[in-house]
């Protein structure tokens, strides 16, 4: 389903084209890791930062010399100053399958995107993304997706819609000095030990547990409408440190039963710095919940706290939770909540809509049979004023999806520019676009079917890096 092997086959360092000034757009080769990851670096650290992003550079190398679970070094697009050998521009597409309420598809990711400063606004990264959107459509992917700086890519059709990013801190409870003791938290046992918690043990995870994680996250997907499938290559991608860069590392644990069973597992940073622990990822399968396993792992939150403290020399009692805007875990913790950051957004882009629709019909059908909407006859026509699709039902299924090449204003609804995207993904629904766009108009009489198919529905995407 995911995107690349096309590319896959391309030779690592070929030229693609000549774009002048004595420049060449070509693939990378594993020869370009150390220039590549040196202009990533500089370009992408923070505003704050007075040297390189070391996290930027060790990615980068990760990505063209490391073996991948869905791409090669032929990935990286670079443009070389064929009169210095200089790289002058970058960017790399990371192939993968994300799903749409349960179906899968092919989605093209763009990151790392950079261009040294003597070479910006002649149209280099304009020129890479045209020929990574044309690599991903070739592989049958159905969308592109970014995470970027503000409005940049919006020129490039992308709509600003799922969540990414923002935070949860937690305070953790005072570090003990003799044996460790568990977070006493509304839910959790008062005074329980790492010896005494209902069961529950926190290791680190190993190949061996990669179905199980496989399984955890199936049932996590159920949550959201939209996120990134973990095959087993990628589980062990991530699992497999050996040749890794130690500063994208992550730190992946799992959580066993007293039978030893892995019941669900948490991905925290490797290597933290400063005075918080990062968790990027919590999850936990359908017979464990939330309720029982919060407990062992704020125990193993305090103890990885402690450590670090040791090591860095520094208190570290804040946890970091990037869960996305509403995790399971959150009204668990609410008492010990210090701070919240919202979220920011994934650029995505959708070329051909009506195919997409067709390729999650099934979905949609499901959507309107749990709306009053349900068994819906007719047909609804979306426009996007310069585009239109015809969706033609019967008895609530989805007989047709069509383009409607002119659309007017018989049209049951009208989106401005790409914001129906932000519709089809459950990022927003038709009162907050309505709101938001003063043309953005729904006809009285389809609000209900369109409102049916398209229901808010939270998405979270942890995406393959
Ligand atoms: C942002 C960046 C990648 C742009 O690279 P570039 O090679 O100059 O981009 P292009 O010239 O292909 O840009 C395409 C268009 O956007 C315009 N543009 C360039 N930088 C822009 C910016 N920061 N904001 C808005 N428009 C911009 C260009 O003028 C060009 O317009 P045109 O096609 O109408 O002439 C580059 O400035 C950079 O590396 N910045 C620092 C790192 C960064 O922020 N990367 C993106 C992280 S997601």
Known sequence: MASGPDIRARVPGATIDDVGDGLLLRHA?????????????????????????ERIASWTRDLLLRPHPTMTPAHTLVVEDTATGDIASTLVLIPQTWTFGGVPFGVGRIELVSTARPYRRRGLVRRQMEEVHRWSAASGDLAQAITGIPWYYRQFGYEMTLHLGGERQIVLPRQPTGPTVVAV??????DATPDDRPGYNVRPATLADVPALIAIDDHAQRRGLISCVRDAAAWRYHLDTSGQDGIAA??????????????????????????RLQVVRLETGPSTPWVEIISPILAWANERAGELSRDARTTVDVVSLELGPDHPVYPLLSGRVLRSRRPYAWYVRVPDVPAFLRHVRPVLERHLAASPAAGFTGDVTL?????????????????????????????????????????????????????AFPDCFVRDEHRAVIAGLFPRRDSWIWPLD
């Open 29 to 53: 080769r594993p020869e370009d890791a150390e220039a590549v990851a040196a202009l990533n670096a500089d370009v992408h650290r923070a505003n704050d930062e007075a040297g390189p992003d």
């Open 185 to 190: 938290d509304s839910v959790a046992t008062a």
């Open 250 to 275: 992550w730190d992946i644990r799992v959580v066993t039963a007293r039978d030893g069973s892995v019941v669900a597992y948490l991905i925290a940073d490797g290597t933290p710095s400063g005075d």
């Open 383 to 435: 426009s996007t004023y310069r585009e239109g699709v015809t969706i033609r039902l019967r008895r609530g299924v989805i007989e047709a999806v069509e383009p409607w090449p002119a659309p007017d204003v018989t049209a049951s609804a009208r989106f401005p520019d790409l914001t129906f995207l932000r519709l089809l993904t459950g990022w927003r629904d038709l009162d907050e676009l309505e709101h």
